[in-house]
T-cell receptor
Framework: AQSVTQLGSHVSVSEGALVLLRCNYSSSVPPYLFWYVQYPNQGLQLLLKYTTGATLVKGINGFEAEFKKSETSFHLTKPSAHMSDAAEYFCAVSRGSQGNLIFGKGTKLSVKP | DGGITQSPKYLFRKEGQNVTLSCEQNLNHDAMYWYRQDPGQGLRLIYYSQIVNDFQKGDIAEGYSVSREKKESFPLTVTSAQKNPTAFYLC????????????FGPGTRLTVT
């Protein structure tokens, strides 16, 4: 069965510092992987996705993620944090053939001035 | 503009009352989903529908019901049988069944007292 683990429910960085949010998955088939961002009291917005092909995926707002099959990981990074990056981030993996997703529990990112 | 609308944004009900949350999309998407979000729990799937007049239970369907009479609409009823209905409810949709990328509405925060 597929599952997603996000390490760290809260991550705090200083403005300008590297952002690293960790996601490990479990899947018996080649996975599709996603990162979504959620601002307070809003819906989720897709940041980036990996389906097939290049393992380094670039998304919106300067974020990128690398699919590492050997490590079953899909960590999200951004070289330089901005105050506007403060939000909750969710990693998701595809489940089954009907197009469903399984979400991790989320990581709340705080950015200090 | 195409998108997903959920109404109302905030909803208050007394315990023992059924309440229906609205979800409408004009993206011409085939599949629609309902998720429940609680702090620290991520998103949990309640119900989903791949086509009109058909829907399936998700991981936490007990105490909820849905209908899919039109492609654009997927209302969720939270019944009095749901033991802990206070939560943030998110509706999502996507294109044909073979894809996984889901688009989310802004959510409805339900408070039951």
């Amino acid at each position: 069965a597929q599952s997603v683990t996000q390490l760290g429910s809260h991550v705090s960085v200083s403005e300008g510092a590297l952002v690293l949010l960790r996601c490990n998955y479990s899947s018996s088939v080649p996975p599709y992987l996603f990162w979504y961002v959620q601002y307070p009291n809003q819906g989720l917005q897709l940041l980036l996705k990996y389906t097939t092909g290049a393992t380094l995926v670039k998304g919106i707002n300067g974020f990128e993620a690398e699919f590492k099959k050997s490590e079953t990981s899909f960590h999200l990074t951004k070289p330089s944090a901005h105050m506007s990056d403060a939000a909750e981030y969710f990693c998701a993996v595809s489940r089954g053939s009907q197009g469903n997703l399984i979400f991790g529990k989320g990581t709340k990112l705080s950015v200090k001035p | 503009d195409g998108g997903i609308t959920q109404s109302p944004k905030y909803l208050f009900r007394k315990e023992g009352q059924n309440v229906t949350l609205s979800c409408e999309q004009n993206l011409n998407h085939d599949a629609m989903y309902w998720y429940r979000q609680d702090p620290g729990q991520g998103l949990r799937l309640i119900y989903y529908s791949q086509i009109v007049n058909d829907f399936q239970k998700g991981d936490i369907a007990e105490g909820y019901s849905v209908s899919r009479e039109k492609k654009e609409s997927f209302p969720l009823t939270v019944t009095s049988a749901q033991k802990n209905p206070t939560a943030f409810y998110l509706c999502a949709s996507k294109t044909q069944a073979s894809s996984y990328e889901q688009y989310f509405g802004p959510g409805t925060r339900l408070t039951v007292t």
